[in-house]
């Protein structure tokens, strides 16, 4: 029996209005393993992306997960089958506490079903200190915190929750260089724990180096995936760019990672 | 209290940095709000010149017992229309609602149902209720479901419902109330007397203390810090005063030609029990949750799986029951169904929740700033009837106090930052 990829995506289409916006785009993800997804703006890593995390409905083309074929219409059916999404707004109500975001839509609820806002406030501090530290002060709205620590509510809700799929939309964009190393660091550990990650950027250095595999989009066409192992950043920019694969590497189209 | 001295003597303004620093902390410290307690300091100023102005009328208890018993229609639905602000909405309609569910009561109460038996007043509190429930169903259902604008949706309904409130009798004013339902309006019997007044009020200080000491068992369990006792104590004292006082004042006013006192108005008890209900679905329920999520960020609320439209439909359900409520109180006072019931009502209601800090541009609000913001706006009026301001420039005056409030969260929030 071979192992099934974690996820697959195939042959994905999405069209807003006469936009075809992705077009016929497979990809897949096994567990363990960082997929750079990459892409101008436009190119539809962000739309892909999000047909995964439920945000948008797809117009064709199915999604496996360990094999099987799911159904994702909301953001509720994701996390179903463990798939986080840091986006790269962060997605985070400006005006509730770190708590509050963490469980947003998850609350937890004491016996007479309340919110149990001292239980949340308990977690969050227990998963925010192995993220940062020095975040301590979770108790105020995000709206007056620092992009760094906004990042690790946004991450720390992602990651409670026993993922098993993350997409990581732009993590690093609004960071500082420690700020972006600690986001590095926490990649391969999730990763060392078997998650599976998609990673998704417009610049290949946010990427390269943690990735295993890089899928490259271009006007919502697939223009190849290769692994990070047998190509080189130029080879790479060259396939975002230009659209154009490698001529000395025969690729891995679909076919078997290991 | 070396900083005090110090600016005293005359030192460059900087150096009462350490003085803000010390109220900043006793803040902290006490958990309070800022915004709230300079509203609260608002209103004592608002209350002192009225009683200066008008030879301490203002304070007596008969005038203080018809301020409350004025406040509560408007703070009713002001505690609904936070959460509607709140959620990025508006309801313009909630007058007209209002005045159409009080109708329909009213005209059931008197015409339809049989006159005298004891299931007529409940039966017809309850038809205003599912009016009310049903209207706001109506109006959520095309915001949420149909993507209407809720400024559109709700100025149409402005519209529609007192249209109904006419059609029901075209035009006639309906009465007289059933007596018992006529203690839902404050007046003559409609209030608990003196002996029940202590029990409720000694039930609320049983409430404060046993809320403030659980949590803070529960904070202590799970190690987090607390705020220190004096703090904890003082809190628990203030609101005690506050408690015993009201009801002192409130038994203070005595029914005519005798010296029973009457106690809290049966529609202040109304609204105490909303307000109590619309904190507990604010603060401590996932609908609460969702509903400042969504006005936060409305794209992260949908993104967390939350079912943002049906939200918005309870939302709207949820104004829709307290207008209803409103028009409960409003036809046994009146002690009749008349069209002109919630005429205006809507501009008071959001009025009281703006200057209740409540944002328009969403996601910050609180059901007590809505209630002491009705307060604030009757208060205001009440003086000015007092003092015989006609009531024009009660308009114009009452207006520029909207100005002056927003304008003051605008700048205080801006110097937060």
Same mark, same amino acid.
Do not use: C, D, H, Y
């Given at each position: 029996m071979s192992t099934a990829p974690l996820v697959e995506m195939r042959d994905i289409h999405k069209r807003f209005g006469g936009v075809h916006a992705v077009r016929g785009v497979s990809v897949d993800l096994h567990p363990g393993e960082v997929v750079g997804v990459l892409g101008h703006n436009g190119a539809g890593k962000s739309v892909l992306m999000k047909i995964l995390s439920g945000a948008i409905a797809p117009d064709a083309g199915e999604i496996r997960i360990n094999g099987e074929k799911v159904e994702i219409e909301s953001p509720r059916d994701a996390q179903r089958h463990g798939i986080e999404t840091i986006y790269q707004t962060l997605a985070l109500a400006d005006n509730l506490d770190a708590p509050g975001n963490l469980f947003l839509g998850r609350e937890l609820l004491t016996r007479w079903g309340t919110l149990d806002d001292d239980a949340m406030e308990n977690e969050t501090r227990k998963v925010v200190r192995r993220l940062n530290p020095n975040f301590t002060n979770i108790k105020g709205a995000v709206r007056n915190m620092s992009g760094g620590q906004r990042q690790s509510v946004a991450i720390a809700r992602a990651i409670y929750f026993n993922a098993r799929i993350l997409i990581m939309d732009?993590?690093? !964009? !609004?960071?500082g260089p420690h700020e972006t190393r600690m986001v590095g660091e926490l990649v391969k550990q999730l990763k060392a724990e078997g998650i599976g990650i998609f990673l998704i950027s417009h610049d290949i250095h946010d990427v390269f180096d943690l990735a295993d595999r890089v899928s490259v989009l271009k006007n919502g066409n697939l223009v190849g995936t290769r692994r990070t192992t047998e190509v080189t950043k130029d080879q790479v920019l060259a396939m975002i760019i230009l659209g154009k694969l490698p001529e000395d590497s025969a690729g891995e189209e679909m076919p078997g990672f290991h | 209290m070396g900083d005090a001295t110090q600016a005293v003597k005359g030192r460059p303004p900087q150096d009462s940095g350490p003085q803000i620093g010390a109220f900043e902390r006793f803040v902290q410290l006490t958990e309070l709000d800022t915004r709230m307690l300079a509203m609260v300091g608002a209103l004592v100023v608002i209350w002192i010149v009225f009683t200066a102005l008008t030879d301490g009328i203002f304070l007596t208890p008969r005038n203080l017992y018809n301020l409350t018993v004025q406040s509560t229609v408007v703070g009713i639905m002001a505690t609904g229309m936070v959460l509607v602000i709140v959620a990025r909405h508006i309801d313009l309609s909630v007058g007209s609602i209002l005045g159409f569910s009080g109708m329909v009561l009213a005209v059931f109460q008197v015409e339809i149902l049989p006159l005298g038996v004891w299931w007529n007043w409940p039966l017809t509190v309850v038809m205003a209720l599912a009016v009310g429930a049903a209207i706001g169903a109506w109006q959520g259902y095309w915001i949420a479901y149909r993507g209407v604008p809720a400024f559109v949706v709700t100025l149409a309904g402005l519209l529609i419902f007192r249209g109904c409130a006419w059609i029901v009798t075209e035009g006639r004013t309906v009465a007289p109330m059933d007596p018992t339902f006529q203690v839902f309006g404050g007046g003559i019997q409609g209030s608990i007397g003196a002996v029940w007044s202590w029990v409720t009020g000694v039930l609320a200080i049983a409430f404060v203390v046993f809320n403030a000491f659980t949590s803070r068992a529960k904070r202590h369990r799970y190690g987090f810090p607390v705020k220190p006792m004096w703090a904890e104590l003082g809190i628990i004292l203030v609101a005690t005063a506050i408690i015993v006082g009201f009801v002192m004042v409130m038994n203070a006013y005595t029914l005519p030609r005798s010296d029973i006192p009457r106690g809290i108005p049966v529609p202040v008890l109304i609204l105490m029990i909303v307000v109590v209900f619309m904190m507990f679905i604010s603060r401590a329920t996932k609908f609460g949750r969702y509903v400042f999520a969504m006005g936060g960020n409305p794209e992260a609320a949908e993104l967390s799986g939350i079912d943002v439209r049906k939200t918005t439909l309870m939302v709207f359900v949820l104004m829709g029951v307290l207008c209803a409520i409103g028009a409960v109180i409003t036809t046994a006072r009146l002690n009749a169904g008349a069209n002109?019931?919630? $005429? $205006?009502a809507e501009l008071s209601v959001i009025a009281a929740a703006v200057i209740g800090g409540t944002s328009l541009a969403g996601g910050v609000g609180t059901v007590a700033g809505a209630i002491l913001g009705a307060v604030v706006m009757q208060s205001l009026e009440n003086g000015m009837v007092l003092l015989g301001v006609s009531s024009a420039m009660r308009q114009v005056i009452i207006g520029l106090v909207l100005i002056a409030a927003v304008w003051f969260d605008t700048a205080y929030n801006r110097h937060r930052r």
């Open positions: 732009e993590p690093t !964009a !609004a960071l | 002109s019931m919630g $005429l $205006l």
